[in-house]
């Protein structure tokens, strides 16, 4: 997942203008960069991109409510940075990791199909998948404030762009995708991003 891949058959522009077009297209073009910006073995792009969504994700939650820092020392800014930091270093890409696995597990059973024995349908890789993934999380930046319905919003909307990610990628049914699609859409949007804590909050 670590590995960048000298010539991209596709795939997305390095540094950090790259990011930003990937956010932007994202937002607004998902099939071109699902179609366009996914390519075999270019995971690296995808795992910086994710890094930086949960970084926005942390930035945006400490600038709106500093109570949620954790009194990790008596200074509560070198406190946010400690924070800060474990989340681009260590939980962002563990939770990616997670995510994918679970997303890739999803992917092959929504494959499945039962024709004279079990098969598989033709689908993309877990390259594929992973960037998928990491690309589908780019409306939580937006998501730090702790305010449910933004949250939620962000969360729906991010939802939305995995299914259309595998939808392209993959090219599975829509039924195959919503099968593929729900698992890692509630472990990495819904948990990981609070998304589901923030619906109980707002329904509670």
Do not use: K
């Amino acid at each position: 997942m670590t590995s960048w891949i000298d010539d991209p058959a596709g795939g997305r522009a390095r540094g950090p203008g790259g990011l930003a077009r990937a956010w932007v297209e994202a937002l607004g073009r998902p099939r071109r960069l699902f179609a366009n910006g996914v390519s075999p073995g270019d995971q690296a792009p995808a795992l910086t991109f994710a890094v930086a969504v949960a970084g926005a994700f942390t930035l945006g939650w400490v600038v709106a409510d500093p109570t949620a820092v954790p009194g990790i020392v008596v200074s509560v800014p070198v406190s946010a940075l400690v924070a800060f930091l474990v989340v681009v270093a260590l939980a962002a890409p563990v939770g990616l990791h997670l995510t994918a696995a679970v997303a890739t597990v999803s992917v092959i059973l929504a494959s499945v199909e039962v024709r004279d024995g079990l098969s598989l349908r033709d689908r993309g890789g877990v390259s594929e998948t992973v960037q998928v993934v990491a690309y589908a999380s780019s409306p939580m930046a937006l998501a730090g404030p702790p305010v449910p319905a933004l949250r939620i919003a962000c969360g729906a909307y991010a939802a939305a762009l995995l299914l259309i990610g595998f939808r392209v990628v993959h090219g599975t049914s829509w039924p195959r995708t919503l099968v593929a699609g729900i698992p890692p859409a509630l472990l990495g949007y819904g948990v990981g991003y609070r998304v589901i804590a923030s619906a109980r909050t707002l329904f509670a």
